[in-house]
């Protein structure tokens, strides 16, 4: 085996050889965390591209339209990171890992959960803070 951890359910006892399909689930899961990685990086892009909206167009009148558009785009951000923390919360649920140490979901919950926040926070500060 790859790590020292104890043998989990789905996992070979040692001194067994991982199946075919063992090693195709290892396989599914380490993409459900590179799949999960990509999203939350597209939900930072968009809420990016929100904080960017409201810097470029912050000075054009009235306000509260650069500030609404802006407040999409990180909302927009939310929903993306929420909907990949979902996805890949139930594949993690689905399948277990055999040679591989993988991503449980409630880091997946947590790192959802900071962006959150943080773009929750963003939010708050481009109607409270900026004119």
């Given amino acids: 085996m790859i790590d020292s951890v104890e043998p989990s359910a789905g996992r070979p006892a040692a001194g067994e050889v991982a199946t075919r399909n063992d090693l ?13 990685s990509a999203w939350a990086r597209t939900s930072l892009a968009t809420v990016g591209v929100g904080l960017g909206f409201k810097a470029l167009f912050g000075p054009v009148s009235p306000t509260w339209v650069a500030k609404s558009i802006a ?15 979902r996805r890949a919360c139930a594949v993690t649920r689905r399948m277990n ?5 993988t991503l449980p979901a409630i880091n997946i919950k947590l790192i959802a959960g900071i962006y959150v926040a943080g773009a929750t926070a963003l939010i708050a500060a481009i109607w409270m803070l900026t004119g």
């Fill in 24 to 36: 195709a689930e290892d396989r599914t899961l380490l993409a459900n965390e590179r799949t999960f």
């Fill in 71 to 85: 407040t999409l785009f990180v909302a927009l951000g939310i929903l993306v990171i929420l909907m990949a923390a």
């Fill in 97 to 101: 890992g055999h040679e591989v140490c």
